[in-house]
């Protein structure tokens, strides 16, 4: 993979599989329970920037069962410098995901805590099994969420819940996450593969443009409807795929 850079035992952080539907994101250090620390998040943004112009949605997941990604690496946050914070790297790594253009889907099994919640919370949909652990602990280490979890968990569960997620640092299970809105989707631990073969079905039966036009019409601040939305769907009707769709629902009725 383009721009991975090797662990410390030589190996690649993450790794890729793609087929016709998806390509997916294997976080690969479970020595440290897939912990995010600067080369894994390098490796993550060779991904992000190799594939921005493939358009099927990109799932990230452990390449190894009961992990996600446990948080950021204690010891590399610890040996941050005042510079090195300043450069925000998972908040713009995190940023380039949440604005990836096509649709993201986070798999939990296991912990999502502090960095890894951040990086779930980036994505368009997080599948997650019922024990798997979901919490942003940071002011109980005397920090706080930095990389953008305070804006889009309070989008996603509304103030009052985010506000006591944020202040207690208390992590909830996954079953809990799903009926707060924090997750999309609810698995059993041997049901996560056919939770998201049942998402890429629904994804890939889109059109690629209309989706992503979509997704970042969302995201438009203010009174989107007087323009964006009318120019978006404009782009959509011109296009072949989209008059093939609409025939495609005529001749069945």
Not at 60 to 81: H, I, K, Q
């Amino acid at each position: 993979m383009a721009g991975a850079t090797p662990a410390e035992d030589g190996s690649a952080p993450v790794r890729v599989a793609q087929d016709e539907r998806s390509v997916t994101v294997l976080f690969d250090r479970p020595e440290r329970r897939n912990a995010l620390d600067v080369g894994m998040s390098r490796a993550l943004g060779a991904v992000l920037d190799e594939h921005a112009g493939t358009p099927r949605p990109l799932v990230l997941r452990s390449a190894v069962p009961g992990m996600f990604v446990a948080g950021t690496d204690v010891a590399s946050l610890r040996a941050r410098t005042l510079e090195d914070s300043l450069g925000r790297i998972n908040s713009s790594l995190f940023q380039r995901l949440y604005d990836h253009p096509w649709p993201t889907v986070a798999v939990v099994d296991g912990a999502a805590l502090g960095g890894g919640c951040e990086l779930a919370l980036a994505c368009d949909f997080r599948i997650t099994t019922g024990d798997a652990l979901w919490g942003l602990p940071e002011v109980r280490l005397g920090i706080i969420p930095s990389a953008g979890a305070l804006t889009r968990l309070a989008a996603l569960v509304g103030t009052g819940t985010a506000t006591d997620l944020v202040l207690t640092g208390r992590r909830v299970r996954g079953r809990e996450a799903a009926a707060l809105g924090l997750a999309s989707r609810v698995a059993a631990p041997d049901g996560l593969d056919a939770a998201l073969d049942s998402l890429l079905a629904d994804l890939t039966a889109a059109a690629p443009l209309a989706q992503r036009l979509a997704k970042e019409a969302m995201r438009v601040d203010g009174d989107r409807h007087r323009l964006v939305d009318a120019a978006a769907q404009a782009l959509c009707l011109g296009t072949e795929d989209a008059q093939q769709r609409l025939q495609a629902l005529l001749d069945r009725r």
